[in-house]
């Protein structure tokens, strides 16, 4: 049984993690609107990965005996300067979530939940990926600076990313 407040705090998450969806959908738009197709995948691929993130807090809420809360998501950014400004938010963001991701895992200590603390243990581990991939790919902006055909073999390599569902267990 979950307590009350670890309950909230991951509705709390779950919401979360479908703002992630919603801007890296909205991400994912804006770069097959500039003609950087191989972005756009990149950004969908994300999107995909958070919407499994969501329904995985949304099925174990439910596995615990309560239920989630949807709250009214707010709407993303849908203009950015560069790509690069779209990667350094995207880690940033990220980074928002890993430290949301190791409240909810102190909290699951604290509230002595040691099923909420093993479930949590597999964002903390994907967190560190998450963090880790945008940072490469900032890396590479940087690299690439102005250089059109730099960009242009970035777009190619984003392309090849391919949304791979994770095994089915449970939550």
Not at 75 to 104: R, V
Not at 117 to 126: G, K, M, N, R
């Amino acid at each position: 049984m979950l307590t009350k407040k670890l309950c909230s705090a991951l509705n709390k998450q779950l919401n979360n993690e479908i703002y992630s969806a919603y801007l890296y959908l909205s991400m994912s738009s804006y770069a097959g609107s500039i003609g950087l197709k191989g972005c756009a995948n990149w950004f969908m691929v994300q999107y995909q990965e958070e919407m499994v993130h969501a329904m995985k807090f949304f099925n174990f809420i439910n596995s615990r005996g309560e239920h989630t809360e949807l709250a009214a998501i707010a709407a993303p950014p849908t203009e950015f300067k560069s790509l690069l400004e779209m990667f350094e938010q995207t880690l940033a963001h990220e980074q928002f979530i890993t430290a949301s991701i190791d409240e909810l895992t102190d909290l699951s200590l604290v509230e002595k939940d040691h099923a909420s603390h093993i479930f949590l243990q597999w964002f903390v581990t994907e967190q560190i990926e998450e963090e880790e991939n945008d940072r490469d790919i900032i890396g590479k902006l940087k690299l690439i600076g102005d250089n059109g055909q730099g960009l242009l073999m970035l777009d190619n390599e984003l392309a090849a990313r391919v949304f791979v569902p994770p095994p089915a267990t449970a939550p």
